[in-house]
């Protein structure tokens, strides 16, 4: 099989690379085609995959490419992971919103729609060549805001484009640990919402939600990284737990705080990091693989640092520095390619599995994947708090779409405006004033 990386010159590429080095089924991947617009880090990360490929038999051909639309021919899966605006435009979204006093996340408040307004007319273009390149292929959509990504995606090639994330995955798993489930795979997890936006309701093993168990359990629900983030006595009045990301909303007011006092935003800190990094790569005797490793163990550390040191939460456990989004990927590859049925969280359209919303909307919940594609499970209903949340987010998403697609500003002042943590109107069209003027790639809201 073809697979084809977009945004292949990302840091985070050797994740999915290492992930396909251990596949050894049939209908395994064969040749790996990187794409990305900037052919120096390209040469970085290809040589970062080399050094991991240099023992391995049968590895995956690699080639690398700046051309979009032979990257796209006749490739079987699309990873799409790509960073519009570079981290240097993280970077730009965290300031503007920090100024203005609101959450500038990368995917959460106005920092996830000043990005989700740069990438989604960039991800239609892509979405559009691929139904005229390569319209027999499975794109697998990691970018960022992720469910708004696919599903801007999605009206254009259907149910063929599926959203994954490796927060729920990581949740479950941290769930699964701490209750001694010796075989993680085997749990069942009642996971519901949007991405970066949901709860875990319950866990089944052999048909017994063991749930209950942990939340009657001060001490064991008070020793993993959700019930430190967000506190024993708050989890257990919600009666679920919540995906780490809704800290922001829970705690926003202290997260913002933190942010504004934290000596570098999160995307100034990735950009000096990596920009350190492929520096080092120029280097002709420079060891790629170690020093991207190193690079990638100090990252996974300081992953939302400011909200565990604002809850007192210490450090994240060893075991949850090894990511994960790259064994999603490769099962859902290995799932729709060999027919492998598995069940998986994903972003998918919801067809009519909450209610609360219309069946074009993307969701991330579990789903059943074969051949086939990814088909969302039934669900119970949320809760009323977690509907009205849900409802409110997924409104901004679709005014930003809106957005994007007829260019205006008016719109894109409204998706800012009605967005839970943003609290002002005023505040919404300045924030559209500062994001437009640090941004050329905003220069389209008319």
């Given at each position: 099989?073809r697979?084809?990386?977009?945004?292949?010159?990302?840091?985070?590429?050797p994740?999915v690379?290492?992930?396909?080095?251990?596949?050894?089924?049939?209908d395994r991947?064969?040749?790996?085609v990187?794409?990305?617009?900037?052919?120096?880090?390209?040469?970085?990360?290809?040589?970062?995959?080399?050094?991991?490929a240099?023992?391995?038999?049968?590895a995956?051909e690699v080639t690398?490419?700046?051309?979009?639309?032979?990257a796209?021919?006749?490739a079987?899966?699309?990873?799409?992971?790509?960073r519009?605006?570079?981290?240097e435009?993280?970077a730009n979204d965290?300031r503007?919103?920090?100024?203005?006093g609101v959450?500038?996340q990368?995917?959460?408040?106005a920092g996830?729609?000043?990005?989700?307004l740069?990438?989604v007319?960039v991800a239609?273009?892509?979405a559009?060549?691929?139904?005229?390149?390569?319209?027999?292929a499975?794109?697998?959509?990691?970018?960022?805001?992720?469910g708004?990504?696919?599903?801007?995606?999605?009206?254009?090639?259907?149910?063929?484009?599926?959203?994954i994330?490796d927060?729920?995955v990581?949740l479950?798993?941290?769930?699964?640990?701490?209750?001694?489930?010796?075989?993680?795979e085997?749990?069942?997890?009642?996971y519901?919402?949007?991405n970066?936006?949901g709860?875990?309701?319950?866990?089944?093993?052999?048909?017994?939600d063991e749930?209950?168990r942990?939340?009657?359990?001060?001490?064991l629900?008070?020793?993993?990284?959700e019930?430190?983030l967000f506190?024993?006595?708050?989890?257990r009045?919600?009666?679920?737990?919540?995906n780490?990301?809704?800290?922001?909303?829970?705690?926003?007011?202290?997260?913002?705080r933190?942010?504004?006092a934290?000596?570098?935003?999160?995307?100034?800190?990735?950009k000096?990091?990596?920009a350190?990094?492929?520096?080092?790569m120029?280097?002709?005797?420079?060891?790629a693989l170690?020093?991207w490793?190193?690079?990638?163990?100090e990252?996974?550390?300081?992953?939302?640092?400011?909200?565990?040191?604002?809850?007192g939460?210490?450090e994240?456990?060893?075991?949850?520095?090894?990511?994960?989004?790259?064994?999603?990927?490769?099962?859902?590859?290995?799932?729709?390619a060999?027919?492998?049925?598995?069940?998986?969280?994903?972003?998918?359209?919801?067809?009519?599995?909450?209610?609360?919303?219309?069946?074009?909307?993307?969701i991330?919940?579990?789903?059943?994947?074969?051949a086939?594609?990814?088909?969302?499970?039934a669900?119970?209903?949320?809760p009323?708090?977690?509907?009205?949340?849900?409802?409110?987010?997924k409104?901004v998403?679709r005014?930003?779409?809106?957005?994007?697609?007829?260019g205006?500003?008016?719109?894109?002042?409204?998706?800012?405006a009605?967005h839970?943590l943003?609290?002002?109107?005023?505040?919404?069209?300045?924030l559209?004033?500062g994001?437009?003027?640090?941004?050329?790639?905003?220069?389209?809201?008319?």
């Amino acid at each position: 099989m073809r697979l084809t990386i977009l945004g292949g010159g990302g840091f985070r590429v050797p994740l999915v690379h290492g992930a396909l080095l251990g596949d050894r089924g049939e209908d395994r991947v064969t040749h790996v085609v990187l794409h990305d617009l900037d052919a120096e880090r390209l040469s970085a990360v290809t040589r970062v995959l080399a050094e991991q490929a240099a023992d391995v038999p049968g590895a995956p051909e690699v080639t690398a490419t700046t051309d979009l639309d032979e990257a796209l021919r006749g490739a079987d899966f699309i990873f799409s992971a790509i960073r519009v605006g570079g981290l240097e435009g993280r970077a730009n979204d965290e300031r503007v919103a920090l100024a203005e006093g609101v959450l500038g996340q990368e995917t959460v408040g106005a920092g996830g729609i000043a990005y989700g307004l740069r990438t989604v007319p960039v991800a239609v273009d892509i979405a559009r060549r691929v139904a005229r390149l390569a319209p027999d292929a499975w794109l697998i959509n990691f970018t960022n805001p992720a469910g708004l990504v696919t599903e801007a995606m999605s009206r254009h090639l259907g149910d063929r484009v599926i959203g994954i994330c490796d927060s729920p995955v990581g949740l479950g798993r941290r769930i699964a640990r701490v209750l001694g489930v010796e075989n993680p795979e085997e749990a069942w997890i009642d996971y519901a919402g949007l991405n970066h936006l949901g709860w875990v309701r319950g866990l089944r093993v052999a048909g017994r939600d063991e749930l209950p168990r942990l939340l009657a359990d001060r001490a064991l629900l008070g020793s993993f990284e959700e019930g430190r983030l967000f506190g024993v006595d708050w989890v257990r009045s919600l009666g679920a737990i919540p995906n780490e990301y809704l800290h922001y909303y829970y705690f926003n007011r202290e997260a913002v705080r933190a942010y504004q006092a934290a000596e570098k935003t999160r995307g100034a800190f990735l950009k000096d990091q990596q920009a350190r990094f492929y520096e080092e790569m120029r280097r002709p005797d420079a060891h790629a693989l170690k020093a991207w490793d190193r690079t990638r163990a100090e990252r996974e550390a300081t992953y939302m640092s400011e909200n565990r040191e604002t809850a007192g939460a210490g450090e994240r456990d060893a075991d949850d520095l090894s990511g994960g989004y790259e064994k999603v990927a490769l099962a859902l590859m290995r799932a729709i390619a060999r027919d492998e049925r598995t069940t998986l969280i994903l972003n998918v359209r919801n067809k009519a599995t909450l209610s609360s919303l219309d069946t074009e909307a993307v969701i991330e919940v579990p789903c059943l994947v074969d051949a086939n594609g990814a088909h969302p499970v039934a669900v119970a209903p949320l809760p009323d708090h977690a509907t009205g949340l849900v409802s409110a987010v997924k409104a901004v998403e679709r005014e930003i779409l809106a957005a994007a697609e007829a260019g205006s500003r008016a719109t894109a002042v409204k998706a800012f405006a009605l967005h839970p943590l943003v609290d002002s109107v005023n505040v919404a069209r300045r924030l559209v004033e500062g994001y437009t003027a640090v941004h050329p790639g905003l220069g389209y809201l008319k």
